[in-house]
């Protein structure tokens, strides 16, 4: 059986101008180069510095991914990027349904779907985001959220009864981005092995057995090892500790 490749993944959200993202994939770059580890490590930087971060990536072995895409190739739609324009930037990969674009920006699981749907017909690898409120997790509806955010999420995915293994989900309790408040790796485990078991009963062993689920949530270098060390945790996706090199490079090479 194939393993799953840990991802450790960042995301910039509306952090860094151009200078400062250069100069922190150079970091990240430079890094991976020095050897050590072969992970896969992505970054997600703000539309406006992806062209110069692509080209400041060079053959260093690291995946671009825009923070959000909309759903149709073209047209009057203000203030949207499409995914074919992500990938005439260089991306390979496409934060969709983010717990901010949820709540901040009204973004619902039908238009994750849509989004996901768009993203995989163009070749663009999906990276999910799923995750419960602390009043959701406090009144014993965490699985009852998820199942609901899966099923609608992916229901393009449902309707073909297939779910390509390269999909990447993130589980990302919504009390834990930003706030300091990390899932306890036990607690983190218990909803990978849910999710996993979701995609058995939808779709099967296969993709159960490839796809990749990443935790969120006030990852640092101090937690890193010990949340990676569950057997359903196959990476994370980073914001904060993702914007300081002496923070995201140690969670890259954690272990090491
Ligand atoms: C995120 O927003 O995806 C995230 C996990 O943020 P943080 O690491 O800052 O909690």
Known sequence: MEERKPLIAG????????????NLVRSIGASLAAGGTDREVLIAPPFTSLQAVKEAIGDSRIFLAGQNMHWEMKGAYTGEISGRMLQQVGCT???????????????TSNMVDLKVKSAVLLGLIPIVCIGE???????????????????????????????PGSTILAYE??????????????????????????????FGQVPAREVRILYGGSVKPSNIEELMSMPDIDGVLVGGASLKADQFIPIIHYGT
Not at 94 to 105: P, W, Y
Not at 150 to 158: I, K
């Open 93 to 107: 990969h496409v934060i969709l349904g983010h717990s901010e674009r949820r709540t901040l920006f009204r973004e």
């Open 133 to 163: 409120s602390l009043e959701e997790r406090e009144s014993d509806r965490t699985f009852a959220v998820l199942e609901d955010q899966l099923n609608a999420s992916l229901q393009n995915f449902r309707a073909d009864e297939l779910m």
């Open 173 to 202: 309790p919504i009390w834990a981005i930003g706030t300091g408040k990390t899932a306890t790796p036990e607690q983190a485990q218990e909803v990978h092995a849910f999710i996993r078991e979701w995609i058995e009963k939808t």
């Open 11 to 22: 995301n910039w959200k509306m952090n860094l101008d151009i200078g400062d993202a250069v």
